[in-house]
């Protein structure tokens, strides 16, 4: 889980650090992690993670990523992640 970390030290004020690149990328990282963990039918408890992470952190965004967010809150349910109801 590469972006998962937590290394930065304040606010960024300067050019981007590799831990800001990372934490920008990280929710991207979970989609996709998602996507190809669902395709292979893998319907784990890693799965259904990183479909909350995308739900949580895409939710109200621009319409390309609040729609992901709509799809990882279907799958969500589809799956039957435990601590759905």
Do not use: N
């Amino acid at each position: 889980l590469w972006h998962e970390h937590s290394d930065l030290d304040g606010y960024p004020i300067r050019d981007a650090q590799p831990a800001e690149v990372d934490w920008a990328f990280g929710p991207l990282a979970r989609w996709r992690t998602a996507v190809l963990l669902d395709g292979t039918g893998d319907f784990s408890s890693e799965v259904c993670r990183a479909y909350r992470t995308v739900t949580r952190q895409w939710a109200g965004g621009e319409s390309a990523y609040s729609a992901r967010a709509d799809t990882a809150r279907r799958r969500v349910v589809e799956l039957a992640c435990e601590g759905t109801r």
